[in-house]
């Protein structure tokens, strides 16, 4: 607000001085157009007054008043617009030798048009009207000393001609004012957008760097996290068996070997394009999935059976990130059976249907119950309960399948019940209309 007062008070004295920027075009020339103006109208006086009287006593002294009137006209714009005392005392010596001419040669009363325009420039505008009125009355008895008779027309057309030229000044000099200030309220609105844009660019950077530090985040636990974890469970149960079955933890150690390679391929992926290893290996999602279910059923080593299943074909192809988030997905669930259900069975089901696309995630294990009035499907995230493919969230597991899901404008449902296993499902759709507005960052998932 101060920055903006300060911005219209250098407006108004700005104008006030004749400095403002961008000068106006028709001030300017209506300035020429004065000046020429009083030029011409003091040569025709005095060529008039030539011509009617010569050889008169008073000649010399018309002359050189008409001189003496030239010259200080000329030093008008020398001086400035601004009211200074210089400049008003300026204005009185002007304004006192015109009248001194009129008062010996009436016909000098034309030059008062341009001295009207002279004043309403300088002056304060009560100040300008009574020069004007003051003006307006010498021309009226100019023009009556001339006239052989009393006329009407003498007293009323120079007040006349002098209210018109006063209210076409004004005029135009408040248009002048306005077109000023809407000038400087532009320039203010356009300062304002570039601020404001700038603002708006700092925020969708800081907006974009946190969604990128979650979507990097849940990527690191549903990928390297899970794979270290599994390590070190298997490496634990190596050492723990080495005296008594060294074959038993051999296969430990070899499994956690082939966990550290796709941990590597997936590092490796994340330094390319951030993109799953398993798509990036051609397939597509179908075969990332079967993939995975058959990497989780050789890493249980007999105590977990995963199988996959696809019904149905894709009208065209699946966007990358509807892919890449329905791996992720998958790999976080699974990740909790293998934790927490104590489930022996798991499935993997991938349906194409015509507006979307759904992933089913069942195991056997002990299942859980649900909150009392939570919800069993929701677009902003599912209920997580205990045990079972939903687990009550340890690290970012059901927190990142539910910010997945809504990424793309998905259901999240989870239906469970104490041992009776638990199945979540994934819904998400592939209409234009259906997809939500996403950042750009998205796309890298």
Do not use: K
Not at 37 to 61: K, N
Not at 209 to 225: G, K, V, Y
Not at 326 to 349: D, F, M, P, W, Y
């Amino acid at each position: 607000m101060r920055y903006r007062v300060e911005r219209r008070r250098g407006v108004r004295e700005a104008e006030a001085d004749g400095t403002a920027s961008g000068p106006d075009p028709d001030a300017r020339w209506l300035a020429l157009l004065m000046h020429a103006a009083f030029f011409l109208l003091l040569g025709a006086s005095l060529t008039r007054f030539l011509m009617r009287h010569p050889g008169e006593a008073r000649t010399p002294w018309i002359i050189a008043l008409s001189i003496t009137l030239a010259v200080l006209y000329l030093l008008g714009p020398v001086l400035g617009s601004r009211p200074t005392p210089r400049r008003l005392t300026w204005l009185g010596v002007l304004v006192a030798v015109w009248m001194v001419l009129v008062v010996l040669a009436p016909s000098f009363a034309w030059c008062a048009v341009p001295l009207f325009y002279t004043g309403l420039r300088i002056l304060p505008p009560r100040a300008a009207l009574a020069l004007v009125a003051l003006l307006t009355a010498f021309v009226v008895a100019a023009q009556l000393r001339l006239a052989t008779g009393f006329d009407p027309n003498l007293v009323l057309a120079p007040p006349a001609v002098a209210a018109v030229a006063t209210a076409v000044f004004v005029h135009m000099q408040r248009q002048a004012v306005r077109q000023r200030e809407l000038a400087a309220r532009q320039r203010e609105l356009i300062d304002d957008l570039l601020r404001t844009r700038r603002e708006l660019a700092a925020t969708e950077r800081r907006e974009g760097t946190l969604a990128e530090r979650q979507r990097l985040s849940m990527e690191i636990h549903d990928t390297l996290a899970q794979g270290l974890s599994s390590q070190q469970m298997l490496l634990q149960a190596a050492d723990r068996t080495w005296a008594a079955d060294p074959d038993a933890a051999r296969r430990h150690v070899r499994t956690a070997t082939g966990i550290a390679e796709r941990n590597l391929a997936e590092a490796r992926r994340f330094v390319h394009d951030l993109a799953p290893a398993d798509l990036a290996e051609g397939g597509g999602l179908e075969a990332a999935l079967h993939a995975l279910a058959a990497r989780e059923s050789a890493q249980a080593q007999g105590t977990l059976t995963v199988r996959c299943h696809v019904e149905g074909a894709p009208h065209a192809p699946l966007p990358d990130r509807v892919q890449s988030a329905l791996l992720r997905i998958a790999q976080g669930a699974l990740a909790n059976v293998t934790e927490h259900s104590g489930a022996t069975a798991a499935g993997l089901t991938l349906t194409h249907l015509d507006d979307r696309v759904v992933l089913d995630i069942g195991d056997n294990g002990r299942g859980f119950t649900p909150e009392p009035g939570a919800p069993r499907a929701t677009a902003t995230g599912g209920t997580g309960g205990t045990g079972g493919t939903a687990s009550t969230v340890r690290g970012h597991g059901l927190p990142a399948i539910r910010a997945r899901v809504r990424q793309l404008g998905g259901t999240l449902t989870i239906e469970s019940a104490p041992g009776e296993g638990t199945v979540l499902s994934a819904e998400i759709p592939l209409t234009p209309t259906e997809n939500p507005p996403r950042h750009p960052t998205e796309d890298l998932a």
